[in-house]
């Protein structure tokens, strides 16, 4: 395994890797899914190059993308990648629209964003559409702070961010 298994009171999040190839591309294939992610649903070729990506990501850098699962069962993906637009280390979070609605996004994000931050990263941003509300729930409610907003697409978009705690004596 590339990193660290990190486990809650009912999922585990464990780093993204070829095993769960399967399972990641019907998820970004899922409209309901990825189709507000930055660049939309993707196709298995693109899921493809993303794994390989994500578990590179892990390889060189000690953090990620996680898959989700509850009771076993695969339903997300969380965790942090480069954000291709340049605005640094980026928070990321889908779910399958049937596990949505019970706080597995909010736990999850929340465990991952502990972790990243715990491992030294100074500085984890967030973006998501201003109309989609689910997500902006979970990223005030995991700590981050609304900074900025852009527009993309002709959508406006807003830009959260959550800095490490540095506790000085």
């Known amino acids: 395994m590339l990193g660290k298994e990190l486990r809650t009171g009912r999922l585990i999040l464990r780093p993204v890797n070829w095993p769960d190839m399967e399972d990641m591309a019907r998820l ?3 409209v309901g899914a990825f189709g507000a992610m930055l660049g939309g649903v993707r196709t298995r070729v693109r899921a493809e190059a993303e794994m390989a990506e994500d578990v590179a990501f892990w390889a060189e850098r000690g ?49 991952a964003l502990t972790f990243v931050l715990d491992a030294g990263v100074e500085r984890v941003v967030a973006v998501a559409r201003e109309d989609n509300r689910p997500s902006r729930i979970v990223l005030g409610s995991i700590g981050m702070s609304l900074l900025d907003q852009f527009e993309r697409d002709g959508h406006i978009m807003l830009l959260y961010e959550k800095r490490r705690m540095l506790f000085q004596w």
Do not use: C, N, Q, Y
């Open 63 to 111: 953090i990620g993308i996680f898959s989700i699962f509850e009771e076993g069962r695969f339903v997300g993906m969380t965790g942090v990648h480069e954000r291709p637009d340049g605005r640094g280390i980026g928070l990321r979070f889908a779910l399958f629209p049937w596990a949505a609605g019970r706080g597995i996004a909010r736990e999850a994000a929340g465990t």
């Open 28 to 30: 970004k294939a899922d």
